[in-house]
T-cell receptor, first 112, second 112 residues
Framework: KNEVEQSPQNLTAQEGEFITINCSYSVGISALHWLQQHPGGGIVSLFMLSSGKKKHGRLIATINIQEKHSSLHITASHPRDSAVYICAVRFPASYNTDKLIFGTGTRLQVFP | EAQVTQNPRYLITVTGKKLTVTCSQNMNHEYMSWYRQDPGLGLRQIYYSMNVEVTDKGDVPEGYKVSRKEKRNFPLILESPSPNQTSLYFC???????????FGSGTRLTVV
């Protein structure tokens, strides 16, 4: 079993739809990151979460530490949101480290 | 412009010929790290560094070396490349723990 699981693996949406991508993990973590990988291959850091919720534009990320689960929401999706979204966790929680484990990503395609 | 610069972008080499992929950041970030990305396996961490002269293994360090002699540079060294090291490599940096990451543009390495 992978330590970081993302669902769904692939997602197709119509422009304007509300999108949810889920990430579950099995290890104790100090932080969770959401990344976006564009079709050209470049990777951009979207959010870093250690608790609660963050919002940036149409993107919202939440984390529930007790349930070991995070969600990334995209409101009013647009074709330019088409990308692979990757969840990564920094662990262990107990000491200073920059060790990261990644989910295998969710490929999102938004059609006009 | 704040960025992480990787070179080269593309590299084809032969088995056993030592090579170095360079990574440099201009943001005075403490943390730097290397990842490889393979189809079906996603991103995996190779090595990371939390300060000058401090490096530690990620998930897949075998066959790789790194050094952090100065804050801005974190080269990845393959002493004797093998075909199973054919992959897309990313360097990233972060100000410190629980900050977001800035990724380089990637290096596509082919070992024949």
């Amino acid at each position: 079993k992978n330590e970081v699981e993302q669902s769904p693996q692939n997602l197709t949406a119509q422009e304007g739809e509300f999108i949810t991508i889920n990430c579950s993990y099995s290890v104790g973590i100090s932080a969770l990151h959401w990344l976006q990988q564009h079709p050209g291959g470049g990777i951009v850091s979207l959010f870093m979460l250690s608790s609660g919720k963050k919002k940036h534009g149409r993107l919202i990320a939440t984390i529930n530490i007790q349930e070991k689960h995070s969600s990334l929401h995209i409101t009013a999706s647009h074709p330019r949101d088409s990308a692979v979204y990757i969840c990564a966790v920094r662990f262990p929680a107990s000491y200073n480290t920059d060790k990261l484990i990644f989910g295998t990503g969710t490929r999102l395609q938004v059609f006009p | 412009e704040a960025q992480v610069t990787q070179n080269p972008r593309y590299l084809i080499t032969v088995t056993g010929k030592k090579l170095t992929v360079t990574c440099s950041q201009n943001m005075n970030h403490e943390y730097m790290s290397w990842y490889r990305q393979d189809p079906g396996l996603g991103l995996r961490q190779i090595y990371y560094s939390m300060n000058v002269e401090v490096t530690d293994k990620g998930d897949v360090p075998e066959g790789y070396k790194v050094s952090r002699k100065e804050k801005r540079n974190f080269p990845l060294i393959l002493e004797s490349p093998s075909p199973n090291q054919t992959s897309l490599y990313f360097c990233a940096s972060s100000f410190r723990q629980n900050y977001g990451y800035t990724f380089g543009s990637g290096t596509r390495l082919t070992v024949v």
